[in-house]
């Protein structure tokens, strides 16, 4: 019996990435060379393309060398943007237009009184960059019970997810969170920030896990987007997290009839042919 491949709707690059990639390559061929402030996405084959084309990324303002400086999907907070202004640079905005909507409620929550909290990863550059624009009132975490431990209790809390963030998960940390604060006087404001395109991949990528017997997810593992999208068809059904086709094993395939591919928002089309077609060809 011939194995099913299958792939999930809507995979490529999403919305923001589409644009902030687009905004790049135009910038390159106006200005020539072009610096990013960190990975403008979390994608090292994306990455390395648009390097072939002039677009080199600096870890820190200080070691920009070139007068053209974009800042990434992720955005970043408004002291790292003063920074920026003050060197005087020709600057690219690719910050994603549903982060920059997160940003926007971070800093209308935090003038409005309310203790901010950005249900997400602190190390991730996206959710730095909205808790910035909370003005240090506020923290960013995945367990509701860091907020118990707050002492006192903000009497206002207003809540926002990153944008990448699992909404069934983000939907659990908002229950933990009014236990926390019932009875004790707090008023809770929520703001759903969780991005359209991302839902819409995730619930794809769901329904195609609820079919096959065997998932592979396809993105770079500093990619938190993928990364929520492997642990949502990993509790479905077999999967393998996999940047490339090189790096699918023969083993993982003996057995199965019907596999599913998805890939992550910064995961081109190209690279997703490339795996249906190498497992085309490992199945044949």
């Given at each position: 019996m011939k194995v099913k491949i299958e792939k999930a709707a809507g995979t490529g690059f999403c919305f923001g990435v589409k644009r902030a990639i687009n905004t790049l390559e135009k910038a390159a061929l106006e200005q020539g060379k072009v610096e990013t402030l960190g990975a403008v996405v979390h994608n090292q084959q994306v990455l390395q393309k648009l390097a072939r084309q002039g677009i080199t990324v600096a870890k820190t303002p200080g070691a920009v060398r070139g007068r053209t400086l974009a800042i990434g999907a992720h955005g970043v907070g408004p002291e790292v943007a003063a920074e920026l202004a003050e060197l005087k640079l020709n600057i690219v905005d690719t910050t994603c237009r549903f982060v920059q909507r997160a940003q926007q409620v971070a800093q209308r929550l935090a003038k409005d009184g309310f203790f901010v909290v950005v249900y997400g990863d602190v190390n991730h550059p996206e959710v730095k960059g909205i808790l910035a624009w909370a003005g240090g009132r506020g923290i960013a975490t995945l367990q509701a019970a860091d907020i118990k431990n707050?002492?006192?209790?903000?009497?206002?809390?207003?809540?926002?997810?990153?944008?990448?963030?699992?909404?069934?998960?983000?939907?659990?940390?908002?229950?933990?969170?009014?236990?926390?604060?019932?009875?004790?006087?707090?008023?809770?404001?929520?703001?759903?920030?969780?991005?359209?395109?991302?839902?819409?991949?995730?619930?794809?990528?769901q329904k195609l896990a609820e079919k096959v017997d065997l998932m592979l997810v396809v993105g770079d593992r500093t990619s938190a987007n993928t990364n929520r999208l492997a642990e949502l068809c990993g509790r479905l059904t077999t999967t393998h997290f996999i940047e490339t086709a090189a790096d699918i094993k023969p083993a993982w395939l003996k057995g199965h009839k019907h596999i599913g591919i998805t890939g992550g928002a910064s995961t081109d089309e190209e690279t997703i042919n490339e795996v249906l077609a190498r497992l085309e060809e490992m199945t044949s």
């Amino acid at each position: 019996m011939k194995v099913k491949i299958e792939k999930a709707a809507g995979t490529g690059f999403c919305f923001g990435v589409k644009r902030a990639i687009n905004t790049l390559e135009k910038a390159a061929l106006e200005q020539g060379k072009v610096e990013t402030l960190g990975a403008v996405v979390h994608n090292q084959q994306v990455l390395q393309k648009l390097a072939r084309q002039g677009i080199t990324v600096a870890k820190t303002p200080g070691a920009v060398r070139g007068r053209t400086l974009a800042i990434g999907a992720h955005g970043v907070g408004p002291e790292v943007a003063a920074e920026l202004a003050e060197l005087k640079l020709n600057i690219v905005d690719t910050t994603c237009r549903f982060v920059q909507r997160a940003q926007q409620v971070a800093q209308r929550l935090a003038k409005d009184g309310f203790f901010v909290v950005v249900y997400g990863d602190v190390n991730h550059p996206e959710v730095k960059g909205i808790l910035a624009w909370a003005g240090g009132r506020g923290i960013a975490t995945l367990q509701a019970a860091d907020i118990k431990n707050l002492r006192p209790l903000p009497k206002k809390i207003g809540v926002l997810a990153q944008t990448t963030q699992i909404p069934a998960n983000f939907n659990e940390f908002l229950k933990q969170l009014v236990e926390v604060t019932l009875g004790k006087d707090s008023e809770l404001h929520i703001v759903d920030t969780i991005c359209h395109d991302i839902r819409r991949r995730q619930e794809s990528a769901q329904k195609l896990a609820e079919k096959v017997d065997l998932m592979l997810v396809v993105g770079d593992r500093t990619s938190a987007n993928t990364n929520r999208l492997a642990e949502l068809c990993g509790r479905l059904t077999t999967t393998h997290f996999i940047e490339t086709a090189a790096d699918i094993k023969p083993a993982w395939l003996k057995g199965h009839k019907h596999i599913g591919i998805t890939g992550g928002a910064s995961t081109d089309e190209e690279t997703i042919n490339e795996v249906l077609a190498r497992l085309e060809e490992m199945t044949s």
